[in-house]
């Protein structure tokens, strides 16, 4: 299972850090990803990150804002998000890539985390 956590309600221009822990089952060798769905829109990807953290790669929207990070010991994926605008706002979604690299296709991910909710104020 996948497990995100620490969304929360930010103002615009603050930061938060959201994790993911994971069975190493479907952690150590497997890609991991970061999407976000908004309500009424689609499941967009946010972040990627290899299974040997090489090759992080972004959103256009994020980029210079968000990191992805991974700590394989302890089976952990992390999103540090700062200078968070509005349109940051949704659900976010940790996902585990069925090989060991990350994409930014949902068709390309085989589990999915519960989510966790993201709102930034104005």
């Known amino acids: 299972q996948l497990q995100a956590s620490g969304g929360g309600l930010v103002q615009t221009g603050g930061s938060l850090r959201l994790s993911c822990t994971a069975s190493s089952r479907m952690f150590s060798n497997n890609g991991m990803g970061w999407f976000r769905q908004a309500p009424g829109k689609e499941r967009d990807f946010v972040a990627g990150?290899?299974?040997?953290?090489?090759?992080?790669f972004y959103a256009d929207s994020v980029k210079d804002r968000f990191t992805i990070s991974r700590d394989n010991a302890k089976n952990t994926l992390y999103l540090q998000m700062s200078a968070l605008m509005p349109e940051d706002t949704a659900v976010y979604y940790c996902?585990?890539?069925?090989?060991?690299?990350?994409?930014?296709?949902?068709?390309?991910?085989?589990?999915w985390g519960q989510g966790t909710q993201v709102t930034v104020s104005s």
């Open positions: 990150i290899s299974w040997n953290s090489g090759g992080a």
């Open positions: 996902a585990a890539a069925r090989g060991a690299w990350s994409s930014r296709s949902r068709s390309d991910y085989r589990y």
